[in-house]
């Protein structure tokens, strides 16, 4: 069974840096797609980065300069490492897995809190 499980987030000082991490098992996800999601209270999911297998980038204009995501596949892991944090960064952080002609795997989420 697959399963994807988050960690990092938490309550930051804005201008400080938090690192998530979603760890994959039960499956292999090298030829997956990796990414970053979050949502606000009373808004929708939107995407924030993602990763594809070849290891190319895109990033929501909020947040470039400021998050870098990353994977390591002998792991089954991608990383959003999140510096400069805002309070409007504030959200719940879902990770994705997906992979064109097969189903997409969510974590559960984590929550990023900014607030002095």
């Known amino acids: 069974q697959v399963q994807l499980v988050e960690s990092g987030g938490g309550l930051v000082q804005p201008g400080g840096s938090l690192r998530l991490s979603c760890a994959a098992s039960g499956s292999i996800f090298s030829l997956y797609t990796m990414g970053w999601y979050r949502q606000a209270p009373g808004k929708q999911r939107d995407m924030v980065a993602i990763?594809?297998?070849?290891?190319?980038?895109n990033y929501a204009d909020s947040v470039k300069g400021r998050f870098t995501i990353s994977r390591d596949n002998v792991k089954n892991t991608v990383y959003l490492q999140m510096n400069s944090l805002k309070p409007e960064d504030t959200a719940v952080y879902y990770c994705?897995?997906?992979?064109?002609?097969?189903?997409?795997?969510w974590g559960q989420g984590t929550q990023v809190t900014v607030s002095s």
């Open positions: 994705k897995y997906t992979r064109s002609g097969y189903r997409d795997y």
């Open positions: 990763i594809t297998s070849g290891g190319a980038t």
